[in-house]
């Protein structure tokens, strides 16, 4: 079976501070994917990032970066100089070599205030 | 158009009423996915297409019936719901499953409301 956990339900954090979001998965495949994607209010979940199992390099694109670690068995997502339309819920999402099937995590608030 | 669309994006509908979600896609991917997202819920999947062939169904109750007449379109069908069934029902597509590197990509949502 395979779990993904996102054990921070809300954060909040003022414009310009860095905010990392945490993903802890479980799973017995040795190839995998790991996922990132944003849903702003509006309701569409944006494609960030996607990470396989077998290439542990960590990951910026811009202000966001990634940090995934086999060890521990995370994928966490840190956000540099944050902004007002930062503010969404992010998923932490896995998926295991040839299936369909993506195991979301319950999501992380992230509101950034002014 | 561009991406994933969906209409309608907003529908209140009681419970006799039949209605249907359309899904469409712009991307030339030949896999299509429905999921419910429901308050305080994770993201479920309800239905998975590959080439028009439905090859997941996640235990759906039969008041909510899928479509795929061809890579670009998917609709999911509804009669009888029940107010539980209120939610943000998500279409996305990809690349087929089994494909080596493929991201889901998601359209808008249908927010659904049953009275």
């Known amino acids: 079976a395979q779990k993904v956990t996102q054990a921070q339900t809300e954060i909040s954090v003022v414009e310009k501070e860095d905010v990392t979001l945490d993903c802890v998965y479980e799973?017995?495949?040795?190839?995998?994917?790991l996922f990132w994607y944003k849903q702003p209010p509006s309701g569409e979940l944006v494609f960030l990032i996607r990470?396989?199992?077998?290439?542990?390099q960590n990951e910026i694109s811009g202000r966001y970066s990634w940090n995934f670690q086999k060890s521990t068995s995370s994928f966490n997502f840190t956000i540099t100089a944050s902004q007002v339309v930062d503010s969404a819920v992010y998923f932490c999402a896995l998926r295991n070599s040839g299936y369909s099937t993506l195991t979301f995590g319950k999501g992380t608030m992230l509101l950034v205030s002014p | 158009e561009t991406g994933v669309t969906q209409t309608p994006r907003h529908l209140v509908m009681g419970m006799t009423n039949k209605k249907s979600l359309k899904c469409e896609q712009h991307?030339?991917?030949?896999?299509m996915y429905w999921y419910k997202q429901s308050a305080k819920k994770p993201l479920e999947l309800m239905f998975v297409?590959?080439?028009?062939?439905?090859?997941e169904n996640n235990s759906v109750p039969s008041r909510f019936s899928p479509e795929c007449p061809n890579s670009s379109h998917l609709f999911l069908h509804l009669h009888t719901l029940q107010p539980e069934d209120s939610a943000l029902y998500l279409c996305?597509?990809?690349?087929?499953?089994?494909?080596?590197?493929?991201?889901?990509?998601f359209g808008p949502g249908t927010r659904l409301t049953v009275t």
């Open positions: 297409y590959s080439l028009e062939e439905r090859v």
């Open positions: 799973t017995r495949d040795t190839t995998y994917y």
């Open positions: 990470r396989n199992s077998f290439d542990e």
């Open positions: 996305a597509s990809s690349q087929a499953p089994g494909t080596a590197f493929y991201e889901q990509y």
């Open positions: 991307l030339g991917h030949n896999a």
